[in-house]
């Protein structure tokens, strides 16, 4: 069985690239197969080894999303990198399990309303689909990780506030139905810095060997700010997307993911090696407005630089 | 005399809208007197009560500092509004100390090299002319507040990292000499959040009695994370510049300041009451924009909107 601390160690942070994935998500033009290769191993050769790399989704809907099976195949060719991919219906489910994905990730939304208007499904049954992933995936020979993305757990916006005590519950509840990680998603930008501290902190004590995540948007300009608070709390594992891909369907023209160049260069002023170099990874946008001019990249320190004299990881 | 506290009271944080001095040094056009005149009324009615609005230097060198004396009146007939300008020179301080302006800012770079580069003066002179400015300021009947702010205090684009021990002793001498304010500066966003927090945390100490402040630039991304970390440790005042607006001459391309707004949302995320309303607030990006159409305004909280059932400041 694969062990998660293998994968997100408990000692340090782990940092995952999530372009392909949520960064594709609502995009007109997107790579193809050979250009998210190249962007993959670029970022690879820059020391990042985590991605999320696509969705099992109708390929007929989804276009983006139509490679999913080869992208998951860069990643695991790579050695010691580490791929996750979403599944968010039984077929994706099957699909995914049969694809050798080193981790499989799902949706559950810590706003009751939201849930159920995005995926038509009371938070109880998709917690039953939950428990169904990780039987299945018991079943398997190659157990893959799988991982819960908790959509507005820290505001939504539909029903606007949630009460920590719920989404603390539903990550307890995760933990317990087999799932190896369990992300807290500020899916919005509603999040401040000691919200986020706060609910780290807590769910923290709920993990228990399990690994945590933090999944941020820097919709309202905090991603950063929230993310030293979820390092200063022990959060295992950040989401960021390069140059902060990922708008968001529910607040249009806002910024997207937390910006990833950005995400690295804050874990190293903080003492947090990430294995990455900075200077590599920014060079990786030239690819992506390659590949995607349309799109808006984010982010500072691709136009700054590093400062001088500062230590670049190896 | 003035009483600092009554301006920058201890018991809540103060934020200091600084884009009509920093945000106007480096533009190629500027508001007129009028439109100055407006940004400041629409500020102060959106609760703003801090601001630096200009520089005493040559007017034909800087004519978008030319109506200084004026700027400075229109802040000093609004009620409890309160107006802080910079003087860099002898003719400078001796203008300044006439204009009734309520405070009076200088600058002393925490960076010998560029101390040297920026003012052709060595830290003891530049010293020495704090110590004059504090000495005529004495001798004044309206005694306006003295502020020193001490530029690359997080690390030097000339000379890389800054000694923090050196730093703070700047710090200590600057309040000995009579400074009622002491600013860090992180003049080229080289600062992550644990560098504030403990530079802060040290200041906080020599403080006694006086002000500290913060001056970000968010060059490198980190500027809101850095303003938590200040939070976090007690500062009382924030610098911050509508839509980011401020560049830096040794960071082509990269944003300026600290984006006011966002700034604002960050500090009512946290719980410290600004008493400024973000929504009025952002409504003042149209105003800039039509004054300043060429220059770009970051920013997310404007873009995004404010979080479905956030408390809005009164």
């Known amino acids: ?35 998210k290769k190249k962007w993959i191993e670029q970022e690879y050769s820059a020391g990042v080894r985590h991605f999320e790399v696509g969705s099992f989704l109708p390929a007929l809907k989804y276009p983006m999303f139509a490679d999913v099976l080869e992208v998951v ?5 790579l050695p010691d990198a580490h791929g996750a991919a979403l599944a968010l219906n039984k077929r994706g489910t099957i699909d995914a399990l049969q694809s050798g994905v080193a981790e ?80 807290l998603a500020d899916t919005v930008g509603y999040a401040g810095p000691n919200q986020v501290s706060d609910l780290v902190a807590a769910a923290s004590k709920l993990a228990s060997g399990k690994i945590l995540g933090v999944h941020l948007h ?4 905090m991603g950063i700010a929230n993310a030293s608070a979820a390092l200063d709390e022990g959060v295992h594992m950040l989401d960021g997307a390069m140059g902060g891909l990922g708008g968001c369907p529910f607040a249009p023209n806002a910024t997207g993911n937390v910006v990833f160049e950005d995400l690295v260069f804050l874990c190293e002023s903080k003492g947090f090696k990430t294995g990455i170099n900075i200077e590599e990874l920014t060079k990786i946008r030239d690819l992506i407005t390659e590949e995607m001019p349309t799109e808006s990249l984010y982010g500072a320190v691709a136009k700054a630089g590093i400062p001088k004299g500062f230590e670049v990881s190896h």
């Not at 195949?73 to 060719?77: C, E, L, P, Q, Y």
């Not at 920590?164 to 519950?169: S, Y």
């Open 1 to 35: 069985m694969v062990i998660a601390h293998n994968i997100y160690p408990e000692d340090r942070i782990s940092l995952r690239e999530v372009g392909l994935r949520d960064g594709l998500q609502m995009v007109q033009t997107f790579p193809d197969t050979l250009g």
């Open 73 to 77: 195949a860069i990643v695991s060719n």
């Open 104 to 183: 499989i990730g799902c949706v559950l939304s810590a706003s009751a309303e939201h849930n159920l208007a995005n995926t038509r499904r009371s938070q109880s049954e998709t917690l039953r689909e939950i428990d169904n992933l990780c039987r299945m995936r018991d079943a398997t020979d190659h157990k893959p990780l799988v991982s819960v993305g908790l959509a507005m757990s820290f505001g939504c916006s539909l029903s606007g506030a949630v009460n920590p005590k719920d989404v603390l519950c539903l990550v307890e509840k995760c933990y317990e139905l087999g799932a190896d990680m369990v992300s």
């Open 218 to 221: 820097d919709t309202r300009g």
